[in-house]
T-cell receptor, first 115, second 113 residues
Framework: KAGVTQTPRYLIKTRGQQVTLSCSPI?????VSWYQQTPGQGLQFLFE???????NKGNFPGRFSGRQFSNSRSEMNVSTLELGDSALYLC??????????????FGQGTRLTVV | GDSVTQMEGPVTLSEEAFLTINCTYT??????LFWYVQYPGEGLQLLLK?????DKGSNKGFEATYRKETTSFHLEKGSVQVSDSAVYFC????????????FGRGTQLTVWP
């Protein structure tokens, strides 16, 4: 069974540019969530999608957005990149059969460097 | 709001030593609790979980017990190996905010042979 796949693994972008990251969840999983990991702030929740609807949202500016497609694949977009957006972006998927059965499985992440 | 506090380390141990990484949480209701492990250059892997008070999660020799009275979920292992060197994250999830994990800051563990 394939795990959570994130593409690309590495990205280098220039300040002011925009970037799109992709996440393919485990087959059958309808929930996809995104996290930003930095040495200074640790793991911070960005947003979560379930059946193409954003269900939860963290405290990030509107430059960070996402969406989920009918096949549960998800993308996140960051516009007008800033140096501080350099981070490891992690995607997680879960089956979400009920809250006691929920487990999040993580991809390997996309390492974004903004120069 | 919901939060997780864990000892930040780094923790350095000799092989076969006993490991404890403390984790306490603040949350309304009855969250599920998790320990995740992150190896260098990798994403997070679920190590163990517990969904209700007094549950014990266990995996690969690691254990943690959900203690509601002390709001704790401390990770323990009786005899660590060099291959256990990694960063360990404690996390919680509430039923009302499914899909959202609240993480601690992580604890770097290094085991020397």
């Amino acid at each position: 069974k394939a795990g959570v796949t994130q593409t690309p693994r590495y990205l280098i972008k220039t300040r002011g540019q925009q970037v799109t990251l992709s996440c393919s969840p485990i087959s059958g999983h309808r929930s996809v969530s995104w996290y930003q990991q930095t040495p200074g702030q640790g793991l911070q929740f960005l947003f979560e999608y379930f059946s193409e609807t954003q269900r939860n949202k963290g405290n990030f500016p509107g430059r960070f957005s996402g969406r989920q497609f009918s096949n549960s694949r998800s993308e996140m977009n960051v516009s007008t990149l800033e140096l501080g957006d350099s981070a490891l972006y992690l995607c997680a998927s879960s089956l979400d059969r009920g809250w006691e059965d929920t487990e999040a499985f993580f991809g390997q992440g996309t390492r974004l460097t903004v120069v | 709001g919901d939060s997780v506090t864990q000892m930040e380390g780094p923790v350095t141990l000799s092989e076969e030593a006993f490991l404890t990484i403390n984790c306490t949480y603040t949350a309304t209701g009855y969250p599920s609790l998790f320990w995740y492990v992150q190896y260098p250059g990798e994403g997070l892997q679920l190590l163990l979980k517990a969904t209700k008070a007094d549950d014990k999660g266990s995996n690969k020799g690691f254990e943690a017990t959900y203690r509601k009275e002390t709001t704790s979920f401390h990770l323990e292992k009786g005899s660590v190996q060099v291959s256990d060197s990694a960063v360990y994250f404690c996390a919680l999830m509430r039923g009302s905010t499914l899909g959202r994990l609240y993480f601690g800051r992580g604890t770097q563990l290094t085991v020397w042979p």
